[in-house]
């Protein structure tokens, strides 16, 4: 009888103990530290990249019969979704890392769901403490001050993970002109009916709303058209990021067998050529002459003039209180409880990273039993470029700027509303379920994303059927 008092006392001693020696293994960073290096210190300390790297340093227990399998799928999971190396080896250099890294860092930390509990529970030093968590939040605010400073913004809104659009890039106001007449020209098409304008209108919304673009002799592509809309401030270009910037991009649908079905550009070049007055006007500005270097660089100028600001959304976040409505500001506060945020980040609200389409649930089976449309080459995304088996179905995340001009939606063009496409994300992207009244709020917002082009605002001269 008397043993059980002792037992207890020796309990509560161990207990005691053990709180102090995981206080003590369980160290925040030290606040002398620069922001990248405690940032660095948790992210390590919380063996992040042992789930969430290529060559991932397993845990001593992976090679247990039992955890041997589940680490495997923690660590094929983990890394299918997030590699935490880039933002890793750019905090040790002390160079930029990239928005998306920090708004899912940011995020992970915040709602307590990183790192995994069958880690921490052996891993000591890993769980997110108090102390380790305002760590985290205070490195990634200072990180974005330094890298990512947001003038625009209203103090408040300064550590946003999205950020407004500037009113205007620079750009060489002649060589855009040139670049504008090159866009409407259909001369740069094979048999002249095709321009740049047929599958990117400006009037609407840079896109042709259609599911797949009608190029010359009515024939059809395999993927949705983006916007030209801010294109510029994409990391890189097309749903698979095969060009690195603007005019490198210019270069690929003029000889693009079923948008614009030239040969050459020495046969585009041949047939500008025949009108003089267009000739001695390019060479008063590029004296080199037209080829392709030249007419790609003008109508890449003319894409720098593509840009909207003074959305609702970037007025609200400039200070302007009265430019969203309550649901769109309770839209925009969903947006970022849903992880949204986190891919669709930056000035753009994507184009910074390729993303696995379907990380929480099988897109492409759920489609083919759906829709009873098979796997397409343009499903591949990334992986068509890099033939690395982790970027098949990973995708060039589109922006969000002016989206509700811009259906139907997706690499596929398979969804018809902006209230699909939004569940769709949740479901696919975020594992969640929204609710009805929470997709409404959040396409309420996104309706706030649409901005001015050459002082008015956006419309869709196209209408949405359905
Ligand atoms: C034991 C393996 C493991 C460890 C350790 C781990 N993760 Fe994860 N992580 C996962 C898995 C599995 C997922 C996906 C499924 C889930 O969220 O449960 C994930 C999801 C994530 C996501 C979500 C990505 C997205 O876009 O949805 C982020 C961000 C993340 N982890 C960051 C971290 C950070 C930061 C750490 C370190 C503090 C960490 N993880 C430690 C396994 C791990
Ligand atoms: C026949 C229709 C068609 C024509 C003509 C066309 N495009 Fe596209 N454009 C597309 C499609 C479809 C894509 C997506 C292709 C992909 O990602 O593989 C695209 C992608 C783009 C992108 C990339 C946007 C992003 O977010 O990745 C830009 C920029 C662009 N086009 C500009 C142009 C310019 C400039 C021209 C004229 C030289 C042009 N397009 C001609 C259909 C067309
Ligand atoms: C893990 C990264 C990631 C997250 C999280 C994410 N998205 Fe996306 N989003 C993408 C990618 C990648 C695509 C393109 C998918 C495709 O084309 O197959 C996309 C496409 C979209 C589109 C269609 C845009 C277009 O022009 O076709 C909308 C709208 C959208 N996302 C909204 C959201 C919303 C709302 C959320 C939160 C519920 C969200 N996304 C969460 C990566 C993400």
Redesign the pocket.
């Known amino acids: 009888m008397k043993r059980l008092p002792k037992l207890l006392l020796g309990l509560v001693v161990l207990v005691a103990v053990l709180a102090v020696a995981y206080r003590a293994v369980n160290k925040a960073p030290s606040a002398d530290l620069p922001a990248n290096e405690q940032l660095l210190q948790v992210l390590a300390d919380g063996g992040c990249a042992s789930c969430h790297s290529a060559n991932p340093e397993l845990p001593f227990y992976a090679s247990l019969p039992v955890a041997r399998s589940m680490i495997a799928k923690h660590v094929a999971d983990g890394y299918a979704?997030f590699d935490i190396a880039p933002i890793m080896e750019a905090l040790r250099n002390g160079t930029a890392p990239d928005e998306v890294s920090l708004a899912k860092v940011e995020r992970s930390i915040a709602d307590g769901s990183m790192p995994m509990m069958e880690y921490y529970l052996v891993h000591w030093g890993s769980s997110i403490t108090e102390a380790k968590e305002t760590a985290v939040m205070a490195a990634v605010k200072d990180l974005r001050a330094t890298f990512y400073p947001n003038e625009l913004a209203a103090a408040e809104f300064a550590n946003e993970p999205v950020r407004p659009l500037p009113d205007k890039v620079a750009y060489d106001e002649q060589k855009a002109a040139l670049g504008n007449l090159l866009y409407h020209d259909t001369r740069i098409s094979a048999d002249g009916t095709v321009s740049c304008a047929t599958c990117h209108g400006l009037p609407t919304g840079g896109v042709d709303n259609l599911q797949y673009s009608e190029g010359i002799g009515g024939q059809f592509g395999g993927v949705?058209a983006?916007t030209v809309y801010n294109a510029y401030f994409n990391f890189a270009q097309f749903?698979d990021g095969r060009a690195a910037d603007l005019a490198e991009q210019a270069a690929g649908p003029p000889l693009n067998p079923v948008e614009m079905g030239d040969q050459t550009f020495d046969d585009i070049v041949a047939r500008l050529s025949e009108d003089k007055d267009f000739v001695s006007a390019f060479i008063a500005v590029y004296p080199e002459g037209l080829s392709e270097a030249t007419i790609t660089n003008a109508i890449a100028e003319f894409e720098k003039t593509l840009v909207t600001p003074n959305s609702a959304f970037d007025r609200y976040l400039k200070g302007d209180k009265e430019a969203m409505n309550a649901e769109q500001v309770e839209g925009y506060e969903l947006?970022k409880e849903?992880?949204?945020a986190?891919?669709?980040a930056g000035v753009n609200m994507?184009g910074l990273t390729y993303?696995?389409?379907g990380?929480r649930a099988n897109?492409f089976e759920d489609r083919e039993f759906t829709q009873k449309s098979g796997l397409t080459d343009g499903d591949n995304g990334r992986w068509a470029q890099t033939g690395v088996e982790r970027d098949r179905y990973r995708?060039?995340?589109?922006?969000?700027r002016n989206?509700a001009l811009?259906w139907p939606?997706?690499?596929?063009g398979s969804?018809a509303t902006?209230d699909e496409?939004?569940s769709m994300?949740?479901k696919y992207?975020?594992g969640r379920t929204?609710k009805d009244a929470e997709v409404a709020k959040?396409v309420n917002y996104?309706n706030a994303l649409t901005g001015e082009y050459n002082g008015k605002i956006l419309t869709n001269t196209n209408v949405q059927k359905n």
């Open positions: 979704v949705n983006p749903w947006f849903y992880n949204c986190t891919c669709h994507g993303e696995l389409m990380q897109y995708f060039k995340t589109p922006t969000l989206v811009t939606y997706y690499h596929d969804v902006l496409a939004v994300m949740a992207q975020v929204m959040v996104l």
